[in-house]
């Protein structure tokens, strides 16, 4: 039976984040004062490692873009930031 997981954003460019296979991120945003990221999962299946990039604005992101899939802006006090997964 699929279900609502949460999951702790680390402040760090480069996140590996463990969830079931297949599942669906729905969105990110802080929670309180700590960045959060929820998915859809079927907790019967296999865990994956997945990964995922946090960039601030203004922060430089790289020439070759083209394997980051955008998931979701957030504001955290005065700063915002923006998570991609990186999908190669």
């Given at each position: 039976m699929k279900t609502i997981w949460k999951f702790n954003i680390p402040h760090q460019s480069l996140i590996e984040i463990e969830m079931p296979h297949g599942a669906?991120?729905?969105?990110?945003?802080?929670?309180?004062?700590?960045?959060?990221?929820?998915?859809?999962?079927?907790?019967?299946?296999?865990?994956?490692?997945?990964?995922?990039?946090?960039?601030?604005?203004?922060?430089?992101?790289?020439?070759?873009?083209?394997?980051?899939?955008?998931v979701d802006t957030f504001q955290q006090g005065p700063f915002v930031w923006h998570l991609f997964e990186v999908t190669a």
């Open positions: 669906q991120v729905l969105k990110a945003e802080c929670q309180g004062e700590s960045p959060c990221l929820w998915a859809i999962v079927d907790p019967a299946l296999p865990v994956t490692r997945r990964r995922f990039l946090l960039f601030g604005t203004g922060h430089p992101m790289g020439e070759d873009i083209s394997t980051l899939k955008f």
